[in-house]
């Protein structure tokens, strides 16, 4: 044990402590403070800095430059600065250190995490996969051409009634989160495919037993979220599909292309249900990357 650490662990301790005397704060978050404060008091003392509490600006500038040169991501360094700020805020009420040196020191930028999605090929090819010429895929197929053509959360597809959707007018009405309500188009492939899954297939299905869901099952149920997810990652990987898909995918290729090709932001909004339009415009990142990785591919001066 070098010197000064025995220092460095009392007083990491004592933080510890206060912080869960006050604030209650987690056991296993106690144990990530201890973990990023242990690992900053030594790489100081190996520079020939007495600990954690001799800490200038200068030398926490140089600690997140090294961390950056090691690899680590942004939200690992923006989580160490954070703890340090309530360590030293602390170390200031409690006498520890005469200033606070993470005050002028500005926490990185996060990039905004890209939803996943897939190219147009590739949702073309999820559509195909299931195999139409038994009633189970027909009816995969059609919930495929649904989820796509409308943007739907899987729960929403999932829950579909008759009375939601109107084939005469293209139209199916959706009760989304918090029950907000939306009219959101089905587009002539998808009201095709369920069109021809209710002149038969579906029958097949049910047996001539009743069922109020659109898509049900053989037992004459409505379809699970859970199954029908299991589903869609067979149907994917039959097309060849080897992305992580998450159950939202389709849902995120809906928006992305429609704004790939010249769809208004507020139209997606609506489309999607979205209460905030702040949470529409992650879909234009997306675009813009897929924008930016085609001109540098086949531009000449990319």
Not at 69 to 85: D, I, V
Not at 186 to 200: Q, S, T
Request: charged fraction near 25%; aromatic fraction near 6%.
């Amino acid at each position: 044990m070098t010197a000064g650490e025995p220092a460095d662990i009392a007083t990491i301790e004592r933080f510890a402590d206060l912080l869960w005397l006050e604030r209650g704060v987690a056991a296993n978050t106690l144990a990530a403070y201890r973990s990023d404060l242990t690992h900053l008091g030594r790489w100081l003392r190996e520079r020939g800095v007495a600990g954690l509490l001799a800490l200038e600006r200068g030398d926490l500038l140089e600690y997140l430059a090294h961390l950056s040169a090691q690899g680590r991501q942004a939200r690992s360094a923006a989580r160490l600065l954070s703890t340090l700020r309530q360590f030293y805020r602390v170390g200031l009420r409690e006498g520890w250190v005469a200033a606070d040196p993470t005050l002028r020191v500005e926490a990185p930028k996060l990039g905004r995490p890209l939803p996943k999605t897939l190219t147009e090929a590739e949702v073309e090819a999820l559509l195909r996969a299931p195999d139409t010429a038994t009633p189970e895929g027909f009816r995969d197929r059609a919930m495929l051409e649904v989820l796509y053509a409308c943007g739907l959360r899987v729960s929403e597809l999932v829950g579909l009634r008759p009375e939601q959707v109107s084939l005469a007018q293209g139209l199916v009405r959706i009760v989304g989160k918090g029950d907000k309500e939306r009219l959101v188009p089905l587009g002539d492939e998808a009201a095709h495919w369920l069109r021809e899954f209710h002149g038969g297939p579906r029958n097949e299905l049910l047996g001539g037993r009743p069922c109020d869901a659109v898509f049900p099952t053989r037992r004459g149920e409505a379809m699970t979220r859970q199954a029908f997810w299991l589903r869609i990652r067979r149907h994917a990987a039959t097309a060849g599909i080897s992305k992580h898909l998450s159950p939202h995918t389709l849902r995120h290729a809906f928006a992305t292309h429609l704004i790939d090709h010249g769809a208004n932001l507020r139209v997606v909004q609506m489309l999607l249900g979205h209460s905030d339009l702040s949470t529409t415009q992650i879909y234009t990142y997306v675009a813009r990357e897929r924008l930016k990785a085609l001109h540098a591919q086949h531009h000449p001066r990319g």
